[in-house]
């Protein structure tokens, strides 16, 4: 390692990955973007679903700011995020059989519309699941994943596949397996993970896309603004009760 402080090893590490997904991810990033734009364009609903820290990014790209107001959080109880107690109970929940199924069951996912799916090993049975039954069903499926896990661990799903191979679409973070990427003599594990900074940055990259692509086929892209701005709050509420129909988030 370098003479540079844990502090500046991280964000060159992150930095360096960013650069990476950048160069090597740019026809993924288009082709998702696309595949959103015309999931709008034809009348379809958007989804985003992830399992615990993979949740956040899922979460970032519902009703924020600058983003498209068509966005909707597919909830699993219990594993969208670390808020169960305990905590642990969330990856138990990650690798029960039937329980995608169940979910989109009730969900109001249906053909036509399109769900990103992130999970950063794409191996437990949920991710695989939520992605093989969402196409079932007609769903388009994006998949942001570590594509490393896939040829450095074994799946554990009965299918013996990774989520990459159940997507229209499949983003990778290159995120090493571990998720840590600093090491030091006096620390025994490694530590410092990216991948949420690495996944949080390629779905905005994928939303801006999907914005400017709806922008050059003369449809002005459902965006919102800052609550915090002067007219944020009435813009806002034009786009909501525009797409109140396509919006779940506010039921």
Known sequence: MSDR?????FLDAAIDLLHRVREEEAGSVEAAGTLLAD?????????????????LAAQDVVYRAGGLALMNLLVVPGVVGVDVMPATLGSALERVDGLAGAVLDSSPLRAGDALVIVSLSGRNALPVEMALNA??????????????????????HTSGTFLKDHCDVVLDSKIAVGD???TLDT????????STVVT?????AVMATTAAAL???????????????DGGHEWNGRVLERYRDRIFYRH
């Not at 009348?43 to 985003?48: N, S, V, Y």
């Not at 007609?138 to 040829?151: D, L, P, R, W």
Request: hydrophobic letters at 40%; zero cysteines; glycine letters at 12%.
């Open 215 to 229: 922008a050059d086929r003369g449809i002005e892209p459902p965006l919102l603004r800052s609550g915090n701005v």
């Open 39 to 55: 999931t709008v364009e034809e009348g379809g609903r958007l989804f985003a679903f992830g399992a615990g820290h993979s949740s």
């Open 187 to 194: 620390v025994p594990a490694p530590f410092a993970p990216a």
């Open 135 to 156: 196409r079932a069903l007609g769903v388009k499926v994006i998949g942001v994943t570590s594509v490393a896990y896939a040829e450095e661990t074994r799946s554990r």
């Open 5 to 9: 402080k844990p502090a500046g090893q």
């Open 180 to 182: 840590a990427e600093l």
């Open 200 to 204: 949080t940055a390629l779905l905005q």
